[in-house]
């Protein structure tokens, strides 16, 4: 081992050329992409394998900043807040349909048919179809409670109930038929009695339970839907978000996750939605269906956006806000190709953020200091708040002398308020993504309906319901 060390020459080396030549001889040293040496170790010919996988430990060990990153087209240096940028050419605003309510505005609507609109007839009709055939595959299997078939105008009176019961919030769903004086609800009485709610409840189904079945039989195959207990509703509820309403400039692309059971968990089915930030309302749905289907090759994330965003629907000139999950040079780069614009928090380590270190913003920085580089239409930026902020956007130059209140430290340790610059892209991307972007989110809780039911099918049906309550709102 002593004289496998004596082979060990330290030399200034780039740490991929290093990565790439362990085993080769060489003598010269290598000078860095971004300007960063490290004293690494050069490894010869003669050493054993085993030092070499050491030495390759401690190279990986000794990574340099923004090693993840794949170096971005040149750029000269960071600029700061002073140096004026320009904003890039807009997309003029072309929707293919007038932004709002698709609806006869020479026709006055109740609540119940603009709710029909998203649940027809057809839909409620096929809801009890396989409502009664899953009812009476559990009763000839001994099931109880007793059941008699469902019909459409009743079915409604249960929707009517769900809604109610998530927006009135009590202990037990039990409470609203107590007949206790202290604590009487009268409506769910007169709706229904509590034993025909819970046996539409237990036996609600949305899809064909003999169609379900065959699918079950085809589990881990090809062929298999795992979607295929809720696609008899979910296809029509997707084609009325898109029927009867259109969206304006700002959209939202973001998550949420429908959970599997009773229990608060991270785990469940999660929904890629497209939302308009000025009412939350959710214009189109995406069901994950699993890490290893990337139609495009780009991705998960790059997928969902793409997926989400329909040119011959929409139209052009739209502005689309998302987290730091969806937003990279790529999926920005092609969607500024499609007419849209786009803006959102970015992890420094993504292919394709700038890699130079000239002027970049230190940790030393100032609260509100910011940097700033160009490529063609993206913009990168780093911002200082109390925490690092990351954006690009192809819809914003850097800043327009827009500066807010932050309460900042002083000298002496005590607080003040002080105005600080705001960039654009981050007042911008507060303005729809953390506050508006946010509205569908916020609605969708409010009116959470019950019951909850461990069926993870019957939790995504609630959320529909969710979907076509909160759609109301907009229409």
Not at 102 to 117: A, C, G, H
Not at 250 to 274: H, I, M, W
Not at 395 to 424: C, Y
């Amino acid at each position: 081992m002593t004289a496998e060390r004596s082979l060990l020459q330290m030399q200034d080396v780039n740490y991929r050329s290093c990565a790439g030549n362990v085993g080769a001889a060489a003598s010269d040293s290598v000078q860095l992409d971004d300007s960063r040496p490290l004293c690494i170790t050069w490894i010869t010919r003669s050493i054993s394998s085993n030092t070499t996988r050491l030495v390759m430990n401690a190279i990986l060990v000794m990574k340099p900043p923004g090693w993840r990153s794949k170096p971005a087209p040149l750029v000269d240096r960071w600029h700061d807040g002073s140096e004026e940028d320009v904003c890039p050419p807009q997309f003029p605003f072309c929707p293919e349909r007038t932004p709002g309510a698709q609806l006869d505005f020479q026709k006055s609507y109740s609540p119940l048919e603009i709710f029909k609109l998203y649940f027809t007839p057809d839909d409620l009709q096929t809801l009890c179809t396989n409502t009664n055939k899953y009812a009476a595959r559990k009763l000839a299997a001994g099931s109880r409670p007793p059941w008699t078939d469902v019909t459409p105008d009743e079915m409604l009176n249960y929707l009517s109930l769900v809604v109610y019961i998530g927006l009135v919030q009590v202990t037990s769903d039990m409470d609203f038929w107590s007949e206790d004086c202290h604590f009487w609800l009268d409506f769910a009485s007169s709706v229904m009695p509590v034993d025909r709610y819970e046996a539409i409840t237990a036996y609600l189904h949305m899809s064909d339970p003999a169609a379900d079945e065959v699918n079950d039989q085809l589990r881990g195959q090809p062929g298999y839907d795992d979607l295929s207990r809720v696609k008899p509703l979910l296809d029509g509820l997707l084609v009325a978000c898109r029927a009867h309403y259109h969206p304006q400039q700002n959209l939202v692309v973001d998550e949420r996750l429908v959970a599997k059971g009773t229990q608060p968990t991270s785990r469940g089915n999660k929904l890629f939605v497209l939302v308009d930030s000025q009412n939350g309302y959710t214009c189109d749905i995406s069901v994950f269906k699993g890490m290893a289907q990337s139609p495009s090759g780009n991705g998960l994330s790059f997928d969902a956006v793409a997926g989400l965003l329909k040119v011959p629907h929409l139209g052009t000139g739209y502005h689309v806000f998302v987290d730091s999950f969806y937003t990279s040079t790529k999926i920005f780069s092609h969607l500024h190709q499609l007419g849209f614009g786009a803006c959102g928090m970015i992890r420094t380590d993504c292919v394709g953020f700038p890699c130079t270190a000239e002027n970049a913003l230190g940790s030393w920085a100032a609260r509100g200091e910011m940097r700033w580089i160009r490529e063609d239409p993206l913009l990168y930026m780093k911002w200082k708040d109390r925490h690092d902020v990351a954006m690009c956007s192809t819809i914003h130059k850097a800043f327009s002398g827009e500066f807010m209140n932050r309460r900042v430290r002083n000298p002496n340790g005590g607080w003040t308020m002080r105005q600080i610059p705001l960039p654009d892209p981050v007042k911008q991307y507060d303005e729809y993504m953390g506050g508006w972007g946010d509205l569908s989110n916020t609605l969708i809780k409010y009116f959470s309906v019950g019951p909850i039911k461990n069926q993870w099918y019957k939790r995504m049906f609630l959320h529909f319901v969710d979907i076509v309550v909160t759609a109301q709102q907009a229409a």
